[in-house]
């Protein structure tokens, strides 16, 4: 979710305060319903009933060094991405309070319990690393401090974009962390991975269901402020030290590329949101349409492009999902 804070514009409301204000309320019923729809589906779990806690050892006895790491390559840096994007949780707060704050009851209550739930992905991803010695914990910590410094100045966007934008990112989430278990051939990481995307799955269900109650409420407002995220998406940890070059890693390996991001996590939302079939929609909506259709067209040109060049790449790519 860093991404709400580096992308360089946000897109301008697609409804003033006064209207904002009312949906936000027109909507807390069905947020109520869908809160409780969540609490009834989540399990709880505990982070550390995941960790081999059999392979600890002091650090002061025996320090890190670089051997003994059992995960290697782009492995490793799928899982430093994943813990730093989870560690940047108290910003995420706030932007998701900014957001969905101005809200009575139910809102705030999903803030408060969206918020506790993602707690827990830093903790076992940490308590992981840290005991199997998989990544350098001083490194880890280091990324943390400089990712959590950076500055985060701007506002939280307007409950249309913020509620596309999460829909998204929930779902990329699930998605890379999923893979990131698969690619590193360690079924103690696969297990955490698996529990931690069945969060992400939870959060991006509630937040495209609150969305899917809003396109009725305000349909061209909806359709514009989805098209907006999708054109300006990005995946969250834009401020963890060398992300672009280890992102590229990532999507080299197949843990997260466009075709991942396009079949994966941008087209299943569409469908489901019914994007192109909606109807009585006014004519921004509708030249927001248009841009999206064009947005997609070229999004299959740049994976064409992307698979081309992975010809050349020395970096495995992710076995296919059984
Ligand atoms: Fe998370
Ligand atoms: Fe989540």
């Known amino acids: 979710m860093t ?3 580096d992308a360089p514009h946000r897109p301008e409301p697609t409804l003033d305060e006064f209207d904002e204000r009312a949906l936000l309320l027109e909507l807390e019923p069905e947020v109520g319903r869908l809160y409780d729809r969540h ?3 989540a399990q709880e779990w505990f982070p550390h009933e995941f960790i081999p806690y059999r392979l600890g050892r002091d650090f002061d006895k025996e320090p890190w060094t670089p051997d003994q790491p059992r995960l290697t390559g782009v492995a490793q ?3 430093e991405i994943g813990l ?3 560690d940047n949780l108290p910003s995420y707060h706030r932007l998701i309070h900014g957001m969905f704050g101005r809200g009575d009851g139910a809102w705030l209550n999903w803030v408060g319990r969206w918020t506790a739930e993602e707690g827990r992905h830093a903790i076992v991803l ?3 690393l840290t005991v199997t010695r998989n990544i350098d914990p001083v490194m880890l910590e280091r990324g943390r401090m400089t990712q959590l410094q950076q500055g985060y100045d701007l506002d939280s966007p307007d409950t249309l974009h913020g509620l596309a934008y999460v829909t998204f990112q929930e779902l990329a989430t699930r998605i890379a962390h999923r893979n990131t278990g698969r690619y590193s051939d360690d079924p103690v990481a696969d297990r955490i991975m698996v529990r931690i995307a069945t969060d992400e799955n939870l959060h991006m269900v509630f937040y495209r269901d609150v969305l899917t109650a809003a ?6 407002a909806a359709v514009q402020a989805i098209v907006d995220e999708v054109l300006r998406f990005k995946m969250p940890g834009a401020g963890i030290p060398g992300f672009v070059r280890k992102a590229a890693q990532i999507a080299k390996a197949g843990i997260y590329d466009l075709r991942v991001h396009r079949d994966e996590v941008l087209m299943p939302v569409l469908r489901h ?3 192109f079939e909606l109807g009585g929609l006014d004519a921004t909506a509708e030249d927001a349409r248009r841009r999206l259709s064009v947005y997609l067209e070229r999004l299959d040109e740049q994976i064409a492009r992307f698979e081309d060049r992975l010809a050349s790449s020395s970096i495995p790519r992710i076995a296919a999902a059984k």
């Open 84 to 86: 730093l994007t989870e």
């Open 273 to 275: 949101w019914k994007i």
């Open 77 to 79: 840096t799928s899982f």
């Open 3 to 5: 991404d709400l804070l």
């Open 215 to 220: 396109l009725k409420l305000q349909p061209s």
């Open 39 to 41: 609490a009834s589906m």
């Open 126 to 128: 940490r308590d992981y």
